[in-house]
């Protein structure tokens, strides 16, 4: 919180946990302390994040499931409205048709549960916009949406502006906009018609990037 109040953020996205900390943010007590620094610095949390799916796959270990229902009611208690689930290394689902439907089931059992608490389940992969969709309307739920991070679309081979018209303004909750060892504006994406296609389809998401 103070790093992000001394580079001028106004919010940042928090981390569950991983499994050497048995994902501490479920802890009352430290989303309590949690929210007393935010109050404290002046830095909001944006959304909750569940960084370590990507090692422990959500599409196959069962201890996930709790993880993520879990996560629902953490993101409740600290006033966010967006949990990413990420599916990247063991938990990648590019060509995994197997962890592709599971993944739809176990998100048909809690998306009931993240709807009625208002939240919204995020998928940040390097699947396709079409992929994507494919699962969303499979879930048929308006709490799972795409977390959206530009440089892991073009790293996977998609045309980025393609790939936001195809998804929409209401397929995607919230963005990520990194660059991987470079800064923003250094890199190889085109961040000025990035902006220009974001405006065109009108998105707003949760008001975060």
């Known amino acids: 919180f103070d790093v992000a109040k001394e580079i001028?953020?106004?919010?940042?996205?928090?981390?569950?946990?991983?499994?050497?900390?048995?994902?501490?943010?479920?802890?009352?007590?430290?989303?309590?302390l949690y929210l007393e620094k935010s109050k404290e610095s002046g830095i909001r949390i944006s959304s909750l994040a569940i960084a370590e799916l990507n090692n422990v796959p959500y599409k196959e270990d069962t201890q996930t499931e709790a993880w993520v229902s879990n996560s629902i009611d953490v993101a409740k208690n600290l006033g966010v409205s967006v949990v990413l689930l990420a599916f990247f290394h063991k938990n990648d689902l590019r060509g995994d048709e197997k962890?592709?439907?599971?993944?739809?089931?176990?998100?048909?059992?809690?998306?009931p549960k993240a709807e009625r608490m208002g939240i919204t389940l995020g998928i940040e992969s390097y699947l396709s916009a079409n992929e994507l969709v494919d699962i969303i309307q499979k879930v048929?739920?308006?709490?799972?949406?795409?977390?959206?991070?530009?440089?892991?679309?073009?790293?996977?081979?998609?045309?980025?502006i393609k790939e936001i018209k195809f998804l929409g303004k209401d397929a995607i909750c919230e963005l990520?906009?990194?660059e991987n060892g470079f800064l923003l504006g250094k890199g190889t994406l085109d961040w000025k018609r990035i902006g220009e296609t974001l405006m065109e389809i009108d998105y707003v998401g949760d008001g975060w990037m």
């Open 99 to 111: 962890g592709k439907q599971e993944v739809i089931r176990r998100l048909k059992v809690v998306a």
């Open 176 to 178: 990520h906009m990194k």
């Open 140 to 160: 048929g739920s308006k709490s799972v949406k795409v977390y959206y991070d530009f440089r892991n679309s073009a790293d996977a081979g998609y045309d980025v």
């Open 8 to 32: 001028g953020l106004e919010g940042i996205q928090v981390n569950l946990g991983g499994i050497k900390n048995n994902l501490h943010l479920r802890e009352p007590e430290r989303q309590r």
